[in-house]
Structures are given as structure tokens and as C-alpha cells.
């Protein structure tokens, strides 16, 4: 048997190498298949997902960090946290679950879903916990324990994970005044120790809680929570915990968080390297280390000399019987396996040899796990000198340096990132243009994508339809969206993007310095997959990107036509980045070629030009006194982008899912004449920040929730209107839905759609 330390997985991709939980969910939302059949379905990835890692040698392979939709919703049913509005369906545990995460309207019920945000600083979304004043808990689902024996009886022993109840609380929102959320502890407490004796009772040695928030500014409230929490978990459990951070450093967390009652600590030591000396210093006597040094984030492979370099000297210090490889967090956020990507045209080889998926991450940890203990191991030389080949070739490739790009980014001048004029002088100059009427309607930019449309491009990407047919049928389908946007009415129309696969994936394809997978599937929330473009080296856009198709939906109306762009900031945040150079002077590569679509648009007649920076809030540091310099060359990007138009062209931008308090006055400063935001499931929250501050340019903040196929009534969309009053001034609001209708169908998007419609007409007419 080889010699070995100990390797621990945080968590796996859930939705199966060929996203076999996507399409089995989207057919049980259609009625195609049952709840069993779809149950069945996730069984078999879960059992694969175990059997993978146990086979390839993870002594502490994840369980029930597999999720239907996502895992803070999950903890959220097994703490019986169910807001009101759902008791109806208690009878009907699926139906219940996909209600709390999309709404539902059906069969008499009509409930909005819970809110959704960022997960972190990553493009992963999920489920708000919702707390009120008399919040009451309990054991309402036994999901960790059943997972747990499922594994079991397949002969894997497992090592459940759970959300811990610090991070849980923090994660979530109280819905009415009066009390703080973490005031609930005495409450959750007990429903979480109840939790862990399930797992306990099922057979299990090791829990994995994840306490994420670790890696937050705490205040000291927080702070003396998990010393209560684990103390509590300490004396009325017998499980060994392996208490688990990650997404950044522990910084002043540090001590606190090594000085838990924890049979174990995990932490990220990619995103918080800067932490690995100092915590090696305070480390307690018979605490085991789990060195996160694997990327669970990006898709580099990993460099073996440096890491065997931190674990000997976390062994050094501690012994290797209290040092585990492990990866930096879940692989939920890396694609499955690299092997499954054959079209060297789209994945050339000489950089895939520089990539390493799920599957290959997990063979990078047995291997660091084996070299750790034994470098002279016969099997493993090969693949470590061919590590190092691999990582050497990466280095020195000419793929990836552009001197003229080099050259272009030094020489940018303060001029370049400034509009001719302020926004009171743009804005009427752009009305005196546009002629809109009061409450502007518009939508964020793409239409339904429906079988039909994604089958020619899979038949055409498949040379079943020449370019010529392929053109053509989107063509009309463009054609077919503007007549019907002129039909219903709205003010500024959009081409509905039936060309475009992903809104990161389409520019990048047209950009160099970008690399694309066949395979390399995401999950982004629920059953919504990407497929996120690799960004290698230097970024430059060699020919226009979006002419052709604004230009051509333009010429079919006289109503303004947006040009629909996504933003620097979105396109690194959501793209797997190179990691050789500061993501700042990526963001700028990235900010001139859309910049130079921008004023080709312009030239073009484009009068009305949306720059989608949907990403920005995402992208901030987890530290606030990181903060600073982010927002510095994440608002320049930005400007950068968008400043080389005259004042008659109106920018507009997009952002959701993001809680914008903190950095208002940073979004001011990127000066788009007009931002559309989410609001709808927040029920307009998200505007108090935009009156207090007085937000000065336009704002359209989305009235209805484009990722639930319920249909928003026009009375409905008034009162959110009205709320929006109280902190925007009429003139200044713009009517939207919060997102891009890409995902919904044709029937309730022209539903829902003539709702906004008849909404903004009334709210015209009451100021009249």
C-alpha cells in the first residue's frame, strides 16, 4: 500500500459530467418526468460523484454537498426555516422546495420565491434564508443522515457536510424590524445539535461544517457566537468536526477560529495564502490541519513543487499525521472532467496540458498526497515531471503575451475614462433625442431561447445547417421579436440575443486571449448551467462583435434599439482567469475591446447602448479594507468602456442579485445614464439605498422576477412602482424586468411583459 497523508475533498460538482440533474429537473418542471424519476436521477450522480473519489483514493470523500437546487436552501427545509407563504405546500415536499426557490403559480397558489444573491464573491447563487422576530425551528428534514447511509450501504464511508448555524444566520435576512438575526441562536441551536446527532446515530466518525463567514469582517457578537456554538456542538456531540473555511484568509479570525473545539480546522490557503505562516504559528497541540492548497475556484493545474513545498512545511511543524491535502473549497465551482473535452479547434492541446478539472483535482490530491511522504515513489515521477513540464511550458508559451496590447493599456490617458459631460447635461440631450415618454419601458436584453432556437445551433454547429440557413432562421426570429415588442408597446426595443449562447461566452468567442470547453459545465443556481470561457492571455478584440445584428434588428423599427454588451469587470468575473498577471490589467485588456465595440456601435447609429456589469458587486473583496482598490480599477474599467461616446448615446448598464448598500457611491461613479437593477424579490429593498444616497442618473429597477414562470398582475407591478417613488423621482425611473428573459418561455414573457406594459401606462396617467 502506497504511504500517504491524508487527502479531503470539500464538495463536487452535483450536476453530473454531462448535466444530467439540469435536464432531469427542467423535465420535472414540465411534467415530462415524476418526482421519483427525478429523485432517481440524483441518486445515481451522488453514487457516481462517491464512487469516483473513493476509487481514485480520497480518504474523506463529501456527502450531502449534493443539492437539488442549492445547499443554504437545503439547511433552510432541514431547520424547518419555512417562511409562511409555503405552509400550503408542506404536503408536497419537492413541490415546496422548487416553490421556495422559483415561487409558483398553479392550482390556485401564487407565492413569490425567496430571495436569491451571490454566493460569496462567486458567480454561484443561492437561496436567502428568511428570519422574522418569533422564528421557530426544527428538525424538518433528515437529507445529511439519508445521503450518509445511502453511501454507506454502496460501501463508501463518507463525511457529511453541513452548514454551521454562525454562517447560517449571517447568510440569511430578517423580513421585519426589531431584532437581529443572530439574536435566533438560542433557537437554531438545539434544531442543529439535533441535526448532528442524526449524523451521529447513522454511523458517522467525521462532519465537515462549513463556516464560511470566518473569512468576514466579524463583529464581536458574531464572534462570541461560535464560541457558544461550538462549545455547545462540543458537549453534546460525540463526532469529530473538521470545521471548515474558505474564499479567503482568516486574517484577525484567525485565533478564533483555531481555538474552537474542533477535532479539525480546514482553510483556503489559494485565495488566503497570506495566512499559512502565521497560522502554523498559533496552531493548537492535537489539531489536524486540512491545507487547503488545490484550487476548488480555477482551472489551472496545480504547481506541484510549490505546494509539496507549504504541505513539508506544515508537516515540519505539525507531523503528517495532522496535515491533510485538501482542495481549497468545493468543486461545485470547477467543471467535471477535463477528458471530455476533444475539439482541440475550441480547447487547443498546448493549453489544455495546463488545465485540470474536478476529476483531475482529485487525482492531484492523492498524488501531492503520496509525494508529501514518499518524492522517490516510482509510480508517481512521471506525473510529477510531467507537472513540471506542463507548468514550465505554460510560463514561457508565446500564446500568451501581445506587445501591441502591452502597449495600448500603458498608454490609456485620464481622458479615456470620462464622458464629455455630466449626466444633467447628457440626460437632456439624450431625451431631445430619444423622446421617451415618462416611465420608460425597455427589457434587459435577451428573449426566450426556446428547443427550436438552441437546436440550429446545435444542428449548425454540427454542419447540418450552412451559415447562409443558420443566419437566416435567426434572422427571423429577430425580425418576429422586434414586430412583437412594437406590438406590445415598449419604448426601447432589444434584438432579443437568439445568436448568443451565454452573454460571456458569445463576446469571448470573439475575442483573443480566450480558450472555450465543450463540456466545462458550471452550475450558477438551481438548474441554470454556464459554460465560463478561459481566459488565457492577453485580451484584444480583432473585429466588431455585435454590429451586424443591432444594426440589422435597427433597420426593422424607428423606436431606439439597444446594443447589448457585457462589461469587463462580468466578463473576467464570470470567466476562468489566468492567474500569471494582476485581474486589474485583465479587466483593462478586457474594458478597450469593449470599448472599441462601443464607439463602432455609436458610428453605426446606435443610439441607446446597455454595457451588462451584472458581476461588479460580486467581484468585491470579502475584506473591506481590500475594497478600496478593487472598486478603484473595477469603476476605471467601466468607464473606460463606455466614456469614448458623445453625449447624445445612452449608456446604460445592469447589475443583480447584489446588495448595493455599501458601495452606492462607487456605482454613481461609473456614470451610466441609466442602471437597471433587481428588485422584485426584495420587493423594492434594494431602492432605500438609491434615496438615501440620491442617486442621480436614471435607475429601472425590475418589477417582476424573470427566474420564476409566475406572471406579475399589473396591480402588483404599480405598487412596486410606487414604492420606487418614494426614492426615485419619476422622471428618473425607467420599468423593467429584472433580468434577461432568456430562460423563460414565450407565453409568459408576452404575459408578463403586457403587464409592464399596462403598469407603466397607469402610472403615466396618474401624472397626468
Given at each position: 500500500?502506497k504511504?500517504s497523508?491524508?487527502?479531503n475533498?470539500v464538495?463536487f460538482?452535483?450536476?453530473g459530467k454531462?448535466?444530467?440533474?439540469?435536464?432531469?429537473?427542467?423535465?420535472?418542471?414540465?411534467?415530462?418526468i415524476?418526482?421519483d424519476?427525478?429523485?432517481s436521477?440524483?441518486r445515481?450522480?451522488?453514487?457516481?460523484?462517491?464512487?469516483?473519489?473513493?476509487n481514485?483514493?480520497?480518504?474523506?470523500?463529501?456527502?450531502?454537498d449534493?443539492s437539488?437546487?442549492?445547499?443554504?436552501?437545503?439547511q433552510?427545509?432541514?431547520?424547518?426555516?419555512?417562511?409562511?407563504?409555503?405552509?400550503?405546500?408542506?404536503d408536497?415536499?419537492?413541490e415546496?422546495?422548487?416553490a421556495?426557490?422559483?415561487?409558483?403559480?398553479?392550482?390556485?397558489?401564487?407565492?413569490?420565491a425567496?430571495e436569491?444573491?451571490?454566493?460569496?464573491?462567486?458567480?454561484?447563487?443561492?437561496?436567502?434564508?428568511?428570519?422574522?422576530?418569533?422564528?421557530s425551528f426544527?428538525l424538518?428534514d433528515t437529507?445529511?443522515?439519508?445521503?450518509?447511509?445511502?453511501?454507506?450501504?454502496?460501501?463508501?464511508?463518507?463525511?457529511?457536510?453541513?452548514?454551521g448555524?454562525?454562517s447560517?444566520?449571517?447568510?440569511?435576512?430578517e423580513?421585519?424590524?426589531g431584532?437581529s438575526?443572530?439574536d435566533?441562536?438560542?433557537?437554531l441551536l438545539?434544531?442543529?445539535?439535533?441535526?448532528?446527532?442524526?449524523l451521529?446515530?447513522a454511523?458517522?466518525?467525521?462532519?465537515q461544517?462549513?463556516e464560511p463567514c470566518?473569512?468576514?469582517d466579524?463583529?464581536?457578537?458574531a464572534k462570541?457566537?461560535?464560541q457558544?456554538?461550538?462549545?455547545?456542538?462540543?458537549?453534546?456531540t460525540g463526532?469529530k468536526i473538521?470545521?471548515?473555511?474558505?474564499?479567503g484568509a482568516?486574517?484577525?479570525?484567525?485565533?478564533?477560529?483555531?481555538?474552537?473545539?474542533t477535532?479539525?480546522?480546514?482553510?483556503?490557503?489559494?485565495?488566503?495564502a497570506?495566512?499559512?505562516?502565521?497560522?502554523l504559528?498559533?496552531?493548537p497541540?492535537?489539531?489536524?490541519?486540512s491545507l487547503?492548497?488545490?484550487?476548488?475556484?480555477?482551472?489551472?493545474k496545480n504547481?506541484?513543487?510549490?505546494?509539496?513545498?507549504?504541505?513539508?512545511?506544515?508537516?515540519?511543524r505539525?507531523?503528517?499525521?495532522?496535515?491533510?491535502?485538501?482542495a481549497?473549497?468545493?468543486?461545485?465551482?470547477?467543471?467535471?472532467?477535463l477528458d471530455?473535452?476533444?475539439?482541440?479547434?475550441?480547447?487547443?492541446?498546448?493549453i489544455?496540458?495546463?488545465?485540470?478539472?474536478?476529476?483531475?483535482?482529485?487525482?492531484?490530491?492523492?498524488?501531492?498526497?503520496?509525494?508529501?511522504v514518499?518524492r522517490t515513489?516510482?509510480?508517481?515521477?512521471?506525473?510529477?515531471?510531467?507537472?513540471?513540464?506542463?507548468?514550465?511550458?505554460?510560463?514561457?508559451s508565446?500564446?500568451?503575451h501581445?506587445?501591441?496590447?502591452?502597449?495600448?493599456?500603458a498608454?490609456?490617458?485620464?481622458?479615456?475614462?470620462?464622458?464629455?459631460?455630466a449626466y444633467?447635461?447628457?440626460?437632456?440631450?439624450?431625451?431631445?433625442?430619444?423622446n421617451l415618454p415618462?416611465?420608460?419601458?425597455t427589457t434587459?436584453g435577451?428573449?426566450p431561447?426556446?428547443?427550436?432556437?438552441?437546436?440550429?445551433?446545435?444542428r449548425?454547429?454540427?454542419?447540418?445547417?450552412?451559415a447562409?440557413?443558420?443566419?437566416?432562421?435567426?434572422?427571423?426570429?429577430?425580425a418576429?421579436?422586434?414586430?412583437?415588442?412594437e406590438?406590445?408597446?415598449?419604448?426601447?426595443?432589444?434584438?432579443?440575443e437568439?445568436?448568443?449562447?451565454?452573454?460571456?461566452?458569445?463576446?469571448?468567442e470573439?475575442?483573443?486571449?480566450f480558450?472555450f470547453?465543450?463540456?466545462g459545465?458550471?452550475?450558477?443556481?438551481?438548474?441554470?448551467?454556464?459554460?465560463?470561457?478561459?481566459?488565457?492571455?492577453?485580451v484584444?478584440?480583432?473585429t466588431?462583435?455585435t454590429?451586424?445584428?443591432?444594426?440589422?434588428a435597427q433597420?426593422?423599427?424607428e423606436?431606439?434599439?439597444k446594443?447589448m454588451?457585457t462589461?469587463?469587470?462580468?466578463?473576467?468575473?464570470?470567466?476562468?482567469?489566468?492567474?500569471?498577471?494582476?485581474?486589474?490589467?485583465?479587466?483593462?485588456?478586457i474594458?478597450?475591446a469593449?470599448?472599441?465595440?462601443?464607439?463602432?456601435?455609436?458610428r453605426?447609429g446606435?443610439?441607446?447602448?446597455?454595457?451588462?456589469?451584472p458581476?461588479?458587486?460580486?467581484?468585491?473583496p470579502?475584506?473591506?479594507?481590500?475594497w478600496?482598490d478593487?472598486?478603484?480599477?473595477?469603476?476605471?474599467?467601466?468607464?473606460?468602456?463606455?466614456?469614448?461616446?458623445?453625449d447624445?448615446?445612452q449608456i446604460?448598464?445592469?447589475?443583480?442579485?447584489?446588495?448595493?448598500?455599501?458601495i452606492?457611491?462607487?456605482i454613481?461613479?461609473?456614470?451610466?445614464?441609466?442602471i437597471?437593477i433587481?428588485?422584485?424579490?426584495?420587493?423594492?429593498?434594494?431602492?432605500?439605498?438609491?434615496?438615501?444616497?440620491?442617486?442621480?442618473?436614471?435607475i429601472?429597477?425590475?418589477?417582476?422576477?424573470?427566474?420564476?414562470?409566475r406572471?406579475?398582475?399589473v396591480d402588483?407591478?404599480?405598487g412596486?412602482?410606487?414604492k420606487?417613488?418614494?426614492n426615485?423621482?419619476a422622471?428618473?425611473?425607467w420599468?423593467?424586468p429584472d433580468?434577461?428573459?432568456k430562460?423563460?418561455?414565450?407565453?409568459e414573457?408576452?404575459?408578463s411583459?403586457a403587464?409592464?406594459?399596462?403598469?407603466a401606462?397607469q402610472?403615466?396617467?396618474?401624472?397626468?
Amino acid at each position: 500500500m502506497k504511504k500517504s497523508i491524508k487527502t479531503n475533498v470539500v464538495g463536487f460538482p452535483r450536476i453530473g459530467k454531462a448535466r444530467e440533474l439540469k435536464k432531469a429537473e427542467e423535465a420535472y418542471w414540465n411534467g415530462k418526468i415524476t418526482g421519483d424519476e427525478l429523485l432517481s436521477v440524483a441518486r445515481s450522480i451522488r453514487l457516481e460523484n462517491w464512487k469516483l473519489q473513493a476509487n481514485a483514493g480520497i480518504s474523506l470523500v463529501p456527502s450531502n454537498d449534493f443539492s437539488l437546487y442549492d445547499q443554504v436552501l437545503d439547511q433552510t427545509v432541514a431547520v424547518g426555516a419555512i417562511p409562511e407563504r409555503y405552509h400550503a405546500l408542506r404536503d408536497n415536499q419537492l413541490e415546496l422546495y422548487f416553490a421556495m426557490a422559483h415561487g409558483v403559480q398553479r392550482d390556485g397558489n401564487d407565492i413569490i420565491a425567496m430571495e436569491m444573491t451571490k454566493w460569496f464573491d462567486t458567480n454561484y447563487h443561492y437561496i436567502v434564508p428568511e428570519f422574522v422576530k418569533n422564528q421557530s425551528f426544527k428538525l424538518s428534514d433528515t437529507k445529511a443522515a439519508d445521503e450518509y447511509r445511502e453511501a454507506k450501504a454502496a460501501g463508501i464511508e463518507t463525511k457529511p457536510v453541513v452548514i454551521g448555524p454562525v454562517s447560517f444566520l449571517l447568510l440569511g435576512k430578517e423580513k421585519e424590524s426589531g431584532f437581529s438575526r443572530l439574536d435566533l441562536i438560542d433557537r437554531l441551536l438545539p434544531v442543529f445539535i439535533e441535526q448532528l446527532k442524526s449524523l451521529e446515530n447513522a454511523g458517522a466518525e467525521w462532519v465537515q461544517i462549513d463556516e464560511p463567514c470566518l473569512v468576514l469582517d466579524l463583529d464581536e457578537k458574531a464572534k462570541s457566537l461560535y464560541q457558544k456554538v461550538y462549545g455547545e456542538v462540543r458537549r453534546q456531540t460525540g463526532l469529530k468536526i473538521v470545521l471548515t473555511t474558505y474564499f479567503g484568509a482568516l486574517r484577525d479570525n484567525a485565533a478564533l477560529a483555531l481555538s474552537l473545539p474542533t477535532d479539525a480546522i480546514h482553510i483556503d490557503f489559494v485565495r488566503g495564502a497570506e495566512d499559512f505562516i502565521s497560522v502554523l504559528d498559533i496552531f493548537p497541540a492535537g489539531k489536524i490541519l486540512s491545507l487547503g492548497i488545490v484550487d476548488g475556484r480555477n482551472i489551472w493545474k496545480n504547481d506541484f513543487e510549490q505546494s509539496l513545498k507549504l504541505i513539508d512545511a506544515a508537516v515540519a511543524r505539525l507531523g503528517a499525521d495532522r496535515v491533510w491535502v485538501a482542495a481549497s473549497a468545493s468543486f461545485l465551482h470547477v467543471p467535471y472532467d477535463l477528458d471530455l473535452e476533444r475539439d482541440e479547434k475550441r480547447l487547443p492541446a498546448e493549453i489544455k496540458r495546463w488545465l485540470a478539472f474536478a476529476r483531475q483535482k482529485v487525482d492531484e490530491l492523492v498524488t501531492l498526497s503520496v509525494l508529501a511522504v514518499d518524492r522517490t515513489n516510482a509510480c508517481l515521477q512521471a506525473a510529477y515531471q510531467q507537472n513540471r513540464a506542463d507548468i514550465a511550458a505554460r510560463k514561457s508559451s508565446a500564446l500568451i503575451h501581445n506587445a501591441k496590447v502591452a502597449e495600448r493599456t500603458a498608454n490609456t490617458s485620464e481622458s479615456d475614462y470620462n464622458r464629455e459631460s455630466a449626466y444633467t447635461v447628457r440626460s437632456q440631450k439624450q431625451q431631445a433625442r430619444l423622446n421617451l415618454p415618462l416611465f420608460p419601458t425597455t427589457t434587459i436584453g435577451s428573449f426566450p431561447q426556446t428547443t427550436e432556437v438552441r437546436s440550429w445551433r446545435a444542428r449548425f454547429r454540427k454542419g447540418e445547417l450552412s451559415a447562409q440557413e443558420y443566419n437566416q432562421l435567426l434572422k427571423d426570429e429577430t425580425a418576429r421579436a422586434v414586430r412583437w415588442q412594437e406590438e406590445a408597446g415598449l419604448d426601447v426595443l432589444v434584438h432579443g440575443e437568439f445568436e448568443r449562447n451565454d452573454m460571456v461566452e458569445y463576446f469571448g468567442e470573439q475575442l483573443d486571449g480566450f480558450v472555450f470547453t465543450q463540456n466545462g459545465w458550471v452550475q450558477s443556481y438551481g438548474s441554470r448551467c454556464v459554460k465560463p470561457p478561459i481566459i488565457f492571455g492577453d485580451v484584444s478584440r480583432p473585429t466588431p462583435m455585435t454590429i451586424d445584428w443591432i444594426t440589422f434588428a435597427q433597420s426593422l423599427t424607428e423606436k431606439p434599439m439597444k446594443g447589448m454588451l457585457t462589461g469587463p469587470v462580468t466578463i473576467l468575473q464570470w470567466s476562468f482567469v489566468r492567474n500569471d498577471q494582476p485581474r486589474s490589467e485583465t479587466t483593462k485588456q478586457i474594458a478597450l475591446a469593449i470599448r472599441d465595440e462601443v464607439t463602432d456601435l455609436e458610428r453605426a447609429g446606435i443610439k441607446v447602448i446597455q454595457i451588462d456589469e451584472p458581476a461588479i458587486r460580486e467581484g468585491l473583496p470579502l475584506r473591506k479594507s481590500d475594497w478600496a482598490d478593487y472598486l478603484n480599477w473595477a469603476v476605471k474599467a467601466f468607464r473606460l468602456a463606455s466614456s469614448g461616446v458623445s453625449d447624445e448615446t445612452q449608456i446604460h448598464t445592469h447589475m443583480c442579485y447584489s446588495e448595493f448598500n455599501d458601495i452606492i457611491e462607487h456605482i454613481a461613479q461609473m456614470d451610466a445614464d441609466v442602471i437597471t437593477i433587481e428588485c422584485s424579490r426584495s420587493q423594492m429593498e434594494l431602492l432605500n439605498v438609491f434615496g438615501s444616497f440620491s442617486y442621480p442618473n436614471g435607475i429601472g429597477p425590475g418589477v417582476y422576477d424573470i427566474h420564476s414562470a409566475r406572471v406579475p398582475s399589473v396591480d402588483e407591478i404599480v405598487g412596486l412602482m410606487r414604492k420606487a417613488q418614494t426614492n426615485i423621482p419619476a422622471e428618473r425611473l425607467w420599468v423593467n424586468p429584472d433580468c434577461g428573459l432568456k430562460t423563460r418561455g414565450w407565453a409568459e414573457t408576452k404575459a408578463s411583459i403586457a403587464n409592464m406594459i399596462a403598469a407603466a401606462r397607469q402610472l403615466r396617467n396618474e401624472k397626468k
